[in-house]
């Protein structure tokens, strides 16, 4: 079993639709949760970053982290066409290397997302 | 352009050549991280620096594979003997000094072995 479990999708929605995607995960330690948006054959790009859990809101964007349920949930609201993109969720826990700490992102596989007119 | 910056976007080569990848990160980010990703997964780690230690390699990374951050500046990814198993898309990553992973991609280097 993965560690971090994200439905592939496809997923569909007409223009303005509310979306909501989701991934599951198993190790306790990670206390880091991300949200990355890739386009085709581009690098992924970082769209929300939560510490522990709660809500984070950016714009049409809203993050949800519940460490209790090992769930995480990225909610894009009234969606645009140039939303249609790969979601990828990611988490990380600390890790001591060289006398410091850092993040190793554990990714889920992504969910893509087609927005239509 | 103050982002990461990889080179080349794309690499074609036959089996059994090597091929090297550079990556120029964001300038005040000491952390560098290399990534591969294949087709309909997401991005798995291979190495990171912090400066120009490298400090972690997964077991993803087999003796074919090198990776270097002299100075504490850009870093190269080798990979030597390539094998078709090797396609994937090369993404490398900075981040400041601050615990926890907030990584800034660059645009990847995809590479295809024939």
């Known amino acids: 079993q993965k560690e971090v479990e994200q439905d592939p999708g496809p997923l569909s929605v007409p223009e303005g639709a509310i979306v909501s995607l989701n991934c599951t995960y198993s190790?306790?330690?990670?206390?880091?949760f991300m949200w990355y948006r890739q386009y085709s054959r581009k690098g992924p790009e970082l769209l929300m970053y939560?510490?522990?859990?709660g809500n984070k809101e950016d714009g049409r964007f809203t993050a949800q982290v519940d460490k209790s349920s090992k769930y995480i949930s990225l909610f894009i609201r009234d969606s645009q066409p140039s939303d249609s993109a790969t979601y990828l969720c990611?988490?990380?826990?600390?890790?001591?290397?060289?006398?410091?700490?850092?993040?190793?992102?554990?990714f889920g596989q992504g969910t893509i997302l087609t927005v239509h007119p | 352009d103050t982002g990461v910056s990889q080179n080349p976007r794309h690499k074609i080569t036959k089996r059994g050549q090597n091929v090297t990848f550079r990556c120029d990160p964001i300038s005040e980010h000491n952390r560098l991280y290399w990534y591969r990703q294949t087709l309909g997964q997401g991005p798995e780690f291979l190495t990171y620096?912090?400066?120009?230690?490298?400090?972690?390699k997964s077991r993803l990374l087999s003796d074919r594979f090198s990776a270097e951050r002299p100075k504490g500046s850009f870093s190269t990814l080798e990979i030597q003997r390539t094998e078709q198993g090797d396609s994937a898309m090369y993404l490398c990553?900075?981040?400041?000094?601050?615990?926890?992973?907030?990584?800034?991609f660059g645009e990847g280097s995809r590479l295809t072995v024939l």
């Open positions: 620096f912090q400066n120009e230690a490298q400090l972690e």
């Open positions: 190790n306790s330690a990670f206390q880091y």
């Open positions: 939560t510490y522990s859990s």
């Open positions: 990611a988490m990380s826990a600390n890790r001591y290397a060289g006398g410091t700490s850092y993040g190793k992102l554990t």
């Open positions: 990553a900075s981040s400041t000094t601050r615990g926890g992973g907030e990584l800034f």
